[in-house]
């Protein structure tokens, strides 16, 4: 008989796999609070900030120069 879960406003599940070092890491981060492994990630995905990874090349240094030079020149 399969485990019936009292969340009846949330259908999706999300799985993911971690190495030892990021679930010993997600563990620590998780005891003090006393919560479950899902509620932690719930409000830790509702404060989360999402920092874009951003890739420099020669190509992107060179446009962002050209740019820095347009902005000074005419605001």
Known sequence: M???????HRSRVVKTRLSEDEYA?????????GISQSEFLRQAIRR?????VVHVS????ELLSAVGKLTAEYG
């Open 25 to 33: 890491d997600f563990t620590a981060r998780l005891a003090p609070y």
């Open 58 to 61: 020669s190509v992107n240094d």
């Open 2 to 8: 399969r485990k019936k879960y009292n969340t009846p």
């Open 48 to 52: 989360a900030t999402i920092r874009p």
